[in-house]
């Protein structure tokens, strides 16, 4: 059973910092790419940012400038540090593992950012 867990959320004022985490185990092959996305009420979720095993990245514009996406690959572990928040950022966000096995795709629970203005 792979499991995806996510921590780092929380309450920040704009401007502010917060760091993501999400740790893979569980039986699981060689993963391609961990990406973050986020849902924001009434909205559709959407890729915050992604990132290959070859460490290729790719952010949403939204996003540029701001947001860094970083993995460490012996821990399985990906990253999203956020910096200069703004409110419009709120929302739960989720880590996902795409694997090269069939391309199996995997979601974390969620976790809560909100900007507060």
């Known amino acids: 059973q792979v499991q995806l867990v996510e921590s780092g959320g929380g309450l920040v004022q704009a401007g502010g910092s917060l760091r993501l985490s999400c740790a893979v185990s569980g039986s699981i092959f060689s993963i391609n790419t961990m990406g973050w996305y986020r849902q924001a009420p009434g909205k559709q979720r959407e890729l915050v940012a992604g990132?290959?095993?070859?460490?290729?990245?790719n952010y949403a514009d939204s996003v540029k400038g701001r947001f860094t996406i970083s993995r460490d690959t012996a821990k399985n572990t990906v990253y999203l540090q956020m910096n200069s928040l703004k409110p419009e950022d709120t929302a739960v966000y989720y880590c996902?593992?795409?694997?090269?096995?069939?391309?199996?795709?995997?979601w974390g629970q969620g976790t809560q950012v909100t900007v507060s203005s």
């Open positions: 996902n593992v795409v694997t090269y096995y069939r391309s199996q795709n995997y």
């Open positions: 990132i290959t095993s070859f460490s290729s990245t």
